[in-house]
């Protein structure tokens, strides 16, 4: 069965450092997401990617973020000038239609920052 | 945009018990509502979910109802297993756009052999 992949699994990165969180989307999938998870807290959405931009972003979604899609299979989520705060799982999740149907997520990506 | 608030937070069973875990909406738009499944450390895993057109689906020991009226859905789990155990959330989307999605704040689900 297809799924969605992140690289790495886990990140440990010192305060102020650039971080990049690599995500294979399903292949025949459109639309990419972003979502972050604080520990024991709920799922955040932070941004939605369609047809090579930003279609949604959360308030959380600051100038510290970024997203891009460098080729035709990876999304990645860049943070540029991490914080303390910025600790958190951060999923990545592709569906094929905007309208209503499943997102699938990764396994996920546990940043540490110290 | 949407805000959903989910109860109870925990919830323990014992074996065999029904276990029900409730949401609320707020945007009467949204058409759309899945459930996700959380085990410890893993990545969230649709589990049901349901659209604004029908008020029930099953799927096995797993139910889901809708009341747009209210707008509150229902997450139903019989026959509970200890391998039910994990935090559940409900989830609605974030303006209606489709599937980004605003989530509920969880429910640990503890099923006691």
């Known amino acids: 069965e297809p799924e969605v992949t992140q690289t790495p699994s886990h990140q440990v990165t010192q305060m102020g450092q650039e971080v990049i969180l690599r995500c294979v989307p399903i292949?025949?999938?459109?639309?990419f997401y972003w979502y972050r998870q604080i520990l024991g807290q709920k799922v955040e959405f932070l941004v939605s990617?369609?047809?090579?931009?930003?279609?949604?972003k959360s308030e959380i979604f600051d100038d510290q973020f970024s997203v891009e899609r460098p080729d035709g299979s990876n999304f990645t989520l860049k943070i540029r000038s991490t914080k303390l705060e910025d600790s958190a799982m951060y999923f990545c999740a592709s569906n094929e239609d905007r309208a209503n149907t499943e997102a699938f997520f990764g396994q996920g990506t546990r940043l540490t920052v110290v | 945009g949407e805000n959903v608030e989910q109860h109870p937070s925990t919830l323990s069973v014992q074996e065999g018990d029904s276990a029900v875990i409730k949401c609320t909406y707020s945007?009467?738009?949204?058409?759309?509502f899945p459930w996700y499944k959380q085990e410890l450390g893993k990545r969230p895993q649709l589990i049901i979910d349901i659209r604004s057109n029908v008020g029930e689906k099953k799927d096995q020991r797993i139910a889901v109802t809708l009341n747009k009226t209210a707008k509150h859905f229902s997450l139903h789990i019989t026959e509970t297993q200890p391998e039910d155990s994990a935090v559940y959330f409900c989830a609605a989307p974030h303006n209606n756009a489709g599937n980004m999605l605003t989530f509920g704040g969880g429910t640990r689900l503890m099923v006691k052999p």
């Open positions: 945007d009467s738009a949204s058409n759309y």
């Open positions: 990617f369609y047809n090579n931009e930003i279609s949604e």
């Open positions: 292949s025949n999938h459109l639309y």
